[in-house]
């Protein structure tokens, strides 16, 4: 299901070009964890489309609802109606992107509704849990529903734009209807009553992730 509807998504890049590893394998690893640019994920030719080449709103707002679906897949399929110009009324949360820069590069910590979790360690060590063993996949989950308050916040940023700079962090909100960007300095997030228990959350992922590769 993942190609087919890559292949139906449209061909759009997304604005933001970031590349903050040396290795270009880490920057691609880096653009899709945010789910907005189906382009990054064909890797090779294009796969044959069930939808043809005028996809049905239909047929991927079906997508994007199932709650069966990889939560990686439903955010294309969100996407892909709201640049095709169709209504979006869900505000679903399907995933949470944490970006820390340190002074040897960029810890990036992603985790999603269905459990599943990426993590790019700012040296370039990278771990990807599929969903197990099943405490990193319950704390993934449990930072994504910790951060539905925090995503219908106002005055967040509505665009990915490129990493934080040393000293700041940021937190991207994956929802159906579009990305949800918090951005502060360490003590900024923990005296916010909303964004604080977002942080306190991934760093129990972090925990775990951590003590799942020693």
């Keep these: ?36 640019d189906p382009q990054l994920m064909q890797q090779g030719a294009e796969p044959a489309s069930l939808f043809g080449t005028a996809p049905d709103p239909r ?10 679906e990889e939560s990686r897949v439903r955010l294309l ?4 109606l709201r640049a095709a110009g169709q209504p979006v009324t869900s505000r679903e949360l399907l995933g949470v992107v944490v970006e820390v820069p340190l002074e040897g590069g960029l ?7 269905d459990g599943t979790v990426r993590y790019i360690h700012h040296t370039g060590r990278v771990a990807v849990f599929e969903g197990a063993p ?4 319950q704390q993934g989950k449990l930072l994504v529903h910790a951060a539905i308050p925090l995503a219908a916040a106002r005055g967040l940023a509505k665009y990915r734009a490129a990493p934080p700079t040393l000293g700041n962090l940021r937190l991207s ?24 228990p ?11 992730v951590v003590r799942q590769g020693s």
């Design 1 to 36: 299901m993942f190609k087919k509807l890559i292949a139906a998504l449209s061909s759009r890049r997304h604005a933001s070009q970031a590349r903050p590893y040396k290795q270009e394998e880490l920057n691609l690893m880096y653009q899709l964890l945010f789910c907005d």
């Design 59 to 68: 047929v991927v707002q079906t997508i994007g609802e199932d709650p069966a």
């Design 77 to 80: 399929a969100w996407q892909w």
């Design 107 to 113: 810890d990036v910590l992603a985790a999603y509704a």
């Design 134 to 137: 099943d405490s990193v996949a």
């Design 173 to 196: 909100l994956l929802a159906a209807d579009g990305l949800h960007a918090r951005d502060g300095t360490f003590s900024d997030v923990d005296r916010d009553k909303i964004a604080s």
């Design 198 to 208: 977002v942080m306190k959350q991934a760093q129990r992922l972090l925990d775990i």
